[in-house]
């Protein structure tokens, strides 16, 4: 298995910590998301790589009838346990276990850029209505803060962060060009430990060997414990949620 699969597939270990310590997504992001569809009834909507609900929580909140759809079967478990009144499916982003037309709204949380897009965006087209929308949301730390620069930095391991542009790896004949918001966010951690729990939830720390993974936590704590923004009880991580939404297009 390449490193780009090992890491999609790096989460199931680690579910449980990564339902307990990953962030949710802010309310708005989700509202903005679906604004194109012009209504406020309940939708059918769709949470792809939907893990451990992280999302799916936020989309069932709205009043939504949500199909959570995940490849992962300890995520999902997770999922099932954490999140109720959704449907829970197994499956991938490349063949998706929903008929044709069927749902209103196709959400994925910090998951698109494991895809493969070329297989994934007929998929998503496939499933959905016409004039439904796709929205793909990533939830990352606001580097601009210096103590969360310094800590992406300290927590960075010798396997590199993916990321491109998502406007262009997500552009496809069957959507609109996308449109970009981003929402501020927080994500409330009450000590230097369970900042650490979440870090350590994240791909590029999980597929490392055990000596690297402790060397860098060991770092990252006493960074953590050091700075007079981390050191002393609660304190907020400031994220932003980074959303792209398109609207499937009749042909
Ligand atoms: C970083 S987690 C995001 C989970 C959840 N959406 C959230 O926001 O917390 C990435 C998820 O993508 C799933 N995943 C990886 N490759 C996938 C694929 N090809 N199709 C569907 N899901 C995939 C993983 O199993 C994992 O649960």
């Not at 802010?26 to 792809?48: F, K, M, Q």
């Not at 060009?177 to 939830?201: C, G, M, Y």
């Not at 414990?225 to 400031?238: C, I, K, L």
Request: glycine share 4%.
């Amino acid at each position: 298995m390449d490193l780009h699969a090992r890491r999609a597939d790096s989460f199931g270990e680690q579910a449980e910590a990564y339902a307990e310590h990953r962030p949710d997504y802010p309310v708005a992001a989700i509202r903005w998301a679906l604004e194109p569809l012009g209504t406020d009834e309940r939708l059918d909507v769709l949470d792809l790589a939907a893990g451990t609900g992280k999302l799916t929580a936020g989309l069932c909140a709205e009043g939504h009838r949500v199909t959570a759809v995940e490849p992962n079967e300890q995520m999902l478990s997770e999922l099932v346990r954490r999140v109720h009144g959704v449907r829970a499916l197994p499956g991938h982003a490349e063949h998706i276990p929903v008929p044709d037309q069927t749902v209103d709204a196709v959400f994925v949380g910090t998951a698109f850029h494991w895809f493969d897009q070329q297989k994934a965006l007929p998929e998503i087209a496939r499933v959905l209505r016409p004039g439904g929308v796709l929205a793909a949301m990533w939830a990352e730390p606001v580097t601009d803060v210096e103590w969360v620069r310094e800590l992406e930095q300290v927590s960075a391991s010798s396997v590199e962060s993916q990321r491109q542009d998502p406007v262009s790896f997500m552009a496809h004949p069957s959507f609109t060009k996308a449109e970009q918001a981003t929402f501020p966010h927080t994500h409330r951690r009450d000590s230097p430990e369970a900042a650490l729990a979440w870090i350590n939830t994240h791909s590029r720390l999980l597929v490392i060997d055990e000596a690297e993974r402790a060397a860098i936590s060991d770092k990252i704590l006493a960074f953590l414990r050091a700075r007079p923004e981390t050191s002393n009880g609660p304190f907020d991580v400031p994220l932003r949620a980074e959303v792209y939404r398109m609207v499937r297009v009749s042909e």
